[in-house]
């Protein structure tokens, strides 16, 4: 018999597959073409980085969530554009402006996760409450350095070879984003941070006896999904070779939808990266289907929703107690 991984991974799996067919089938020969798989795969990354943090911080137990991933992807794009231009002026050394504006990036998100982490683990804020405030900080921070607008990076080789162009194949942002996937991976099932999280998400009060710092492991935790924002805003101004501040203003709920079908709790103390890496590409192909269905994006947030609340409800849902026979 399958464990409940195994089976997670297999229904993904075979969802996917089954997604791809109806795609054919209803869209054409074209849904399935090298040009559109390539396509979609390169925008895999920005959401499933955010899912990434949202399971990273669901994991960590207590509450656990990130709803300032996609507002802190947007001010690290915006942010480090600003200042990678101070130092270095992108037609003249686009390498090295590239290599520039990614650091600078990294570091906005690094001091953003490190925001949360400690508002969340010293502030005694729930998590909720804490991110939904940073939400709104790097927004408004985002919106005071644009004046609301969007700023363009123009053509930048290797930012757009990045974002846009493949390698043997594949996008070379979603090999990217494969490789993160696979860090993650090991850090979670091999490493004490990625036993002591688990612990701490599953049972905190055996965390505190055994002598795990939660202050510490929720910093980091936190840090880290920081630093996955910071990634997947590198990762969108590539794709589209500008910044803006309401840039995926319904990734939030995309992510946590995301970390949800990939089997996390929202409870904590489980979550599979392959799991969550599988639910992605699945929203990506049937959000894909709707674009060449011509489906309206109104209707899909709200297909979103439907969704979200269905796995949520289903996931507490205790079927035992229907099955015990009565007496």
Known sequence: ML?????????LGLLNVALLTAGAWLAGANFIDSYNLQSMAAQVPELGLL??????????????IDLSGIALANLSGIAALMLAKLFVAPDVAPNLFSWGFAGFALAIGLVGGLANGLVIAYGRLTPLIATLGTQLLFTGIAVFLTNGSALSLGYIPPLDDFGNSP?????????LFLVVAAVIAFVLRFTPFGVRLMLLGSNPKAARYGGIAE?????????????????AGIVIAARNASVKWDYGGSYVLIAILIAVMGGVKPEGGYGKVGCVLLAATALQ????????????????????????????????FDFGTWLRPSR
């Open 3 to 11: 464990r409940s991984f195994d089976r997670q991974s297999v229904f």
């Open 51 to 64: 899912a990434f943090g949202v399971m990273l911080a669901m994991t960590s137990g207590n509450g656990g």
């Open 167 to 175: 390698i043997l194949g594949m996008p070379i942002c979603f090999a």
């Open 215 to 231: 202050h510490r492991m929720i910093v980091l935790t936190y840090t880290a999904s920081g630093l996955l924002s910071a990634i």
């Open 285 to 316: 192909i049937l959000s894909s289907l709707f674009n060449f269905m011509d489906i309206s994006n109104f209707f899909r947030d709200l297909a979103w929703g439907v969704l979200l609340l269905a796995l949520l409800a289903f996931a507490r």
